[in-house]
């Protein structure tokens, strides 16, 4: 068991306080994945586990032992770069081995390892190559390659795909994918990008502003966001945000604001009925709203389309509702017509309340 | 940028000629000469046409040679002595130069530490001082001050060793010249090489720590052959200034501890200037720091740290 625990973690630099008290547990062979937009201290946080970056205030725990005060190389943890991070002056064996060869391991279990783990990512034929002749998806690939021969127990991934380009950074993900249920090991994963974070994660740490917004499973905080921030960092395109008050009006409660007026039903109803405030935000994801032209007006939004981007069998509707935007995700057979006024039914399940002035979910 | 008509400029080649004649020149002047004998020297004839000889060779390079040449009668220079000992001070301060120059930039450059920039500006500073104005406080100070006595125990023991009859002092010795050329290059050394260690991304480092690396392993292993051109140019600066040094060491050495370019000059005196002598002596001095130049710039590549970031 190799479990690492952050305990009230505070970093201040000079008298700015960058990291508020983080708390966080992380259990053994679990895939952790901090994201968070520029400037959240996701990178902060990686950097203090590994010892990078002094730990101003809190402790970290690995195994139950505080590793704070320890150098990096007593951590027992290895470390992918944003930038690769390879030495080049040595060719790929040696970058690999350059760990190894550092703990005086003998020579035949360095040849033994760099082979084995060469053949993971797929290198064997580069191995007398410098860094310089690579590419970049090679060269990102060698930096994996050097993290995993160091065969430790905790794997630190600091935004390793963001400098490759679009495709290759799909093919990238698969294998990073692949590669965390063969190793098996504990990897905590930075990244800005939230598909990178629901398809890689066991678990997704949202950050902002120094705080944990909410963790979970990609899954929990697709479908239960605790706040608006969460909500809209969450999911492709954006959900939607429409400011509106709480209402009772024929016997139901509904959500009115400029050009809409949504029904509550079930639980959410409960809720909002019994929250102090008025004020609310109805949020809705654009994979929930449904083109139907004889939708009951309750449950339903008339959005006048505006734009349309087609992206393949899908297509992403950018509508009107009064001064809001609102974005649908529908599919691309759908007749539809700029400028038209239509109706789109909203999956009961897909409606999300916050408070306005907290943003917090009901 | 030069457009391409302007190279096809006739003034272009004659700038060019006249620059190449200009560095070029005194060298052939100098090769020339020290194969003529003194007569055909100074007979200002500076034709093409004379009988060339290795006689002045042969008396600049007489307490080496294997035979005794006819024309010496008496062997005043010591050439082998002198050249030795321009080795020793011309490769030992640079070494030590590099050593130290190297581990200063690194700390200027990667340390955050109380007075970092005063320490970075006064080096350049210190840079701008002329030689010429240390040379009466280092002469007294070598003679003086850092001396050991000769009835003390060291320098007792040194005294018998070397001989000599007065206190043992840094003045007339390989050490003294040594500190002063290294005190003298050091600053710019340090300067030059912080632009070279301010280009090693500093994740090299951090990887190389979390690699396993202690810090003196991530500046030896990681740091240091990264700025192997920088080291290069470094040295190379550093030889030819120690080795053609010519104020300091006139003062500071001793008949034992002489160095090349003093030796030249001691074949002027008030009764002759055996030019024939200084050519050849001249020519023999500028072979050491060639080769070291030729073998040192091959250290020099552009482009050491391509791929180790993201390009």
Request: glycine fraction near 8%; charged fraction near 20%.
């Amino acid at each position: 068991m190799l479990t690492i625990r952050l305990e009230n973690l505070i970093k201040r630099y000079g008298d700015v306080q960058v990291l508020h008290g983080i708390d966080l547990e992380m259990a053994d062979n679990e895939f952790t994945v901090l994201v968070g937009p520029s400037g959240c201290g996701k990178s902060t946080t990686l950097r203090m586990i590994a010892g990078l970056e002094e730990v101003s205030e809190g402790e970290i725990f690995v195994d139950g032992k505080p590793v704070s005060h320890l150098e990096p190389k007593d951590r027992d943890l290895a470390m992918v770069f944003q930038d690769y991070a390879l030495y080049p002056h040595m060719n790929v064996a040696q970058n690999i081995s350059f760990a190894l060869r550092l703990a005086r391991r003998p020579k035949a279990e360095i040849e033994k390892k760099v082979r084995e783990v060469a053949d993971t990512v797929g290198l064997t034929e580069f191995l007398a190559r410098k860094p310089g002749a690579l590419s970049g998806g090679q060269r990102q690939r060698v930096a994996m390659a050097r993290a995993l021969a160091k065969d430790s127990g905790i794997f630190l991934f600091d935004e390793p795909l963001s400098n490759l380009d679009a495709k290759l950074r799909g093919q990238m993900r698969a294998e990073l994918a692949l590669m965390s249920q063969r190793v098996q090991k504990n990897m905590i994963y930075v990244t800005h990008d939230q598909i990178e974070a629901m398809t890689l994660a066991d678990r997704i740490v949202v950050m902002h502003g120094g705080y944990i917004q909410q963790q979970g499973t990609p899954e929990e905080l697709f479908k239960r966001p605790v706040n608006k921030f969460v909500a809209g960092f969450m999911g492709m395109p954006p959900m939607n945000f429409l400011d509106g008050e709480i209402v009772e009006h024929d016997g139901g409660v509904f959500v009115k604001g400029d050009g809409f007026d949504v029904q509550l039903i079930g639980e959410k109803a409960a809720k909002a009925q019994k929250h102090n405030s008025k004020q609310i935000t109805l949020g809705i994801r654009p994979s929930d709203l449904a083109f139907e032209a004889d939708a009951e007006p309750a449950r339903a939004l008339k959005l006048d389309v505006e734009v349309s981007e087609y992206v393949g069998a899908q297509s992403v509707l950018l509508c009107k509702c009064g001064p809001a935007r609102v974005m649908v995700e529908v599919n691309s057979q759908t007749p539809v017509a700029l400028g038209q006024t239509l109706t789109f039914a909203i999956d009961p399940g897909g409606v999300h309340l916050f408070d306005r002035n907290t943003e917090v979910a009901l | 940028m030069a457009s391409p008509n302007t190279k096809a400029n006739p003034a272009f080649y004659a700038v060019i000629a006249l620059l190449v004649f200009m560095s070029v020149g005194p060298v052939i002047l100098m090769f020339m000469n020290s194969f003529k004998l003194d007569v055909d020297i100074i007979s200002g004839s500076s034709g093409l046409i004379f009988l060339p000889t290795i006689q002045n060779y042969e008396k600049a390079l007489c307490d080496v040679l294997w035979y005794e040449p006819d024309h010496v009668d008496f062997c005043s220079l010591k050439f082998g002595g002198a050249f030795i000992n321009s080795l020793i001070i011309a490769l030992i301060s640079t070494v030590l130069t590099l050593v130290i120059g190297c581990m200063a930039a690194y700390a200027l450059v990667r340390f955050r530490f109380m007075g970092r920039d005063t320490v970075s500006l006064s080096t350049l500073m210190v840079r701008m001082v002329p030689p010429a104005v240390l040379l009466v406080p280092v002469f007294g100070l070598w003679n003086n001050e850092f001396c050991l006595d000769r009835d003390g125990l060291i320098g007792g023991a040194i005294r018998d060793t070397f001989g000599g009859r007065g206190d043992v002092c840094l003045a007339g010795t390989h050490s003294g010249i040594i500190l002063i050329y290294v005190a003298m290059n050091l600053p710019f050394v340090i300067w030059i090489l912080q632009s070279f260690i301010v280009q090693v991304p500093r994740s090299l480092e951090e990887a190389a720590r979390v690699d396993g690396a202690g810090p003196f392993q991530v500046f030896f292993k990681v740091v240091l052959p990264l700025i192997k051109p920088g080291l290069a140019a470094a040295a190379i600066f550093t030889f030819r200034i120690a080795w053609n040094e010519y104020l300091l060491a006139s003062a500071l050495s001793d008949r034992d501890t002489r160095t090349m370019p003093i030796l030249i000059v001691n074949n002027m005196s008030e009764f002759n200037v055996e030019w024939g002598v200084i050519m050849a002596t001249g020519m023999l001095l500028a072979i050491p720091p060639i080769i070291f130049t030729l073998f040192a710039s091959r250290q020099i590549i552009t482009g050491m740290t391509a791929g180790a970031v993201k390009g």
